[in-house]
């Protein structure tokens, strides 16, 4: 018997500051997007995918407070596909379940001219 494996391993840059979502009670969830290049890509629309990522770990999330837009992060994790009941019908889509998520590299930050 074949064994299943779902293991996303991603590495890119944040698109933006990470955004966060109150669930029932206190509970938080942290929601990011990658763009992850294709140095191969046949055309300038495929050499980015723009990848959703999510955690509910309170320790993982203590590290997505940190992040900035342009930071490398490395998210490793499990692709899962959600579903919902939206006024239109049913919607859903794919996101990174990130199981962990380091910070790469923090590009530095542009200092304004003293003169």
């Known amino acids: 018997m074949v064994e299943h494996v ?8 944040l ?50 407070r940190t992040w900035a837009h342009g930071d490398v992060i490395e998210v490793r994790g499990a692709l899962r596909h959600r579903f919902w009941r939206s006024p239109t019908g049913p919607r ?3 996101e990174v379940e990130a199981a962990s998520a380091v910070l790469r590299l923090h590009p530095a930050r542009k200092e304004s001219a003293v003169s």
């Open 15 to 64: 698109s933006g500051a990470p955004e966060w979502r109150t669930l029932s009670g206190d509970d938080q969830v942290a929601v990011w997007r990658l763009i992850v290049q294709h140095p191969d890509a046949r055309s300038p629309q495929d050499a980015i995918d723009t990848i959703r990522c999510v955690t509910y770990d309170p320790k993982i999330q203590t590290a997505v």
């Open 92 to 94: 859903g889509l794919y």
């Open 6 to 13: 779902n293991e996303i391993v991603l590495v890119g840059r």
